[in-house]
């Protein structure tokens, strides 16, 4: 497995290309949200290889649906500029606080289909540049409105698409809010996984702070011979030094 940070969380009293040097030194991926406010000259001189990036700007799996993809298209862009592999979707736009811009409570059977359709192009596109997209699922408690947020709804569209280049972004620390039974839902989505996100539940900080077993998550990923990557995107309970070191045991030590 291959491990990354999350830079928009990690040694937050520095500046975010000096995250991004701290994280590449200590021997992580790094990744990162939205590319819009980042100078990306500065960037790509940390030498840090980038593991995933937000992938849109605006617009919606159900609705906007040509601004989501135009945007996508332009993310793709700074993407190939950054050599960052994946790009992260959500069901719709949200804003500085994680909420949705549009939120929508009642998913209909049209919507699905739309969004079926939305991930169809988007998967093409990434085809088309050599890129892949990732679909995250997130929880109802932070996210309240956003559509498609549970990782089983993820995970359904993900299948019905069913192309190489639209894969499951799962992010543990919201399926564990939302639904949980994660070493379930880790065997069910593994064939169409693309990255993991970890934090603990409840205050989102490194691995061992919180209710998850992550010894157990570990194992479970070893078992089911997971080679992708693990990024940590959570805050750091006390010292970020010491939840990237929490970060690494967790990982490559499943026994600590």
Known sequence: MRLAVCAEMIFTDLPFVERVERIHAAGFDVEIWTWMSKDLAALKKTGATFSSMTGYVGGSLTHEQDRLLAT?????????????????????????????????????GEMWVNAARTLERLAKLGERYGVMFV??????????????????????????????????????????????NLIALLRKAFPHLGEIQVADVPTRCEPGTGEINYAAIAATLRDLGYDGTVGLEAFAATDSDLALQRFRTAFTNAEI
């Open 72 to 108: 996508a298209e332009e993310s793709i862009h700074v993407a190939l500029e950054l050599g960052c592999p994946r790009l992260n979707l959500h069901g719709t736009e949200l804003d500085d606080r994680g909420l949705p811009v549009t939120p929508t409570y009642d998913v209909t």
């Open 135 to 180: 679909l995250e699922n997130l929880n109802p408690v932070d996210h309240p409105g956003v559509p498609f947020g549970k990782a089983a709804e993820v995970l359904a569209l993900v299948e019905a698409v069913d192309h190489p280049h639209l894969k499951v972004m799962l992010d543990l620390y919201h399926a564990q809010i939302g639904e949980g």
